[in-house]
Nanobody, 124 residues
Framework: QVQLVETGGGLVQAGGSLRLTCAAS????????MGWFRQAPGKQRDWVAA???????TYADSVKGRFTISRDNAKNTIYLQMNSLKPEDTGVYYC??????????????????WGQGTQVTVSS
């Protein structure tokens, strides 16, 4: 059974930092792209960042320069380092994994596996 488990969310003041972790189990995703998305209450799930199997990264404009996605293939894990957080970064953050592609995508429909999400709340 494939599982993605996100941890590291919490409540932080504007300007602060958090590091999210997504640990995969049940199969390896070393040859697959993975990504982070977020969803605010009443809104659609928005792409945040994605990483290819070899570590190539892409970011949404809203987080570029503040967030960093990375991966540790030995641990079957990806991370999202979030700095200079803003109240508009608030939401549930989800980790996604592509089942058969190494190409990072900004579309939620391209991802085959999802975690349960972790809440990030940034206070002003």
């Amino acid at each position: 059974q494939v599982q993605l488990v996100e941890t590291g969310g919490g409540l932080v003041q504007a300007g602060g930092s958090l590091r999210l972790t997504c640990a995969a189990s049940g199969r390896t995703f070393n040859n697959n792209a993975m990504g982070w998305f977020r969803q605010a209450p009443g809104k659609q799930r928005d792409w945040v960042a994605a990483i290819s199997n070899l570590g190539g990264t892409t970011y949404a404009d809203s987080v570029k320069g503040r967030f960093t996605i990375s991966r540790d293939n030995a641990k079957n894990t990806i991370y999202l380092q979030m700095n200079s957080l803003k109240p508009e970064d608030t939401g549930v953050y989800y980790c996604g994994a592509r089942g058969t592609s190494f190409f990072p995508s900004s579309s939620p429909t391209a991802y085959d596996y999802w975690g349960q999400g972790t809440q990030v709340t940034v206070s002003s």
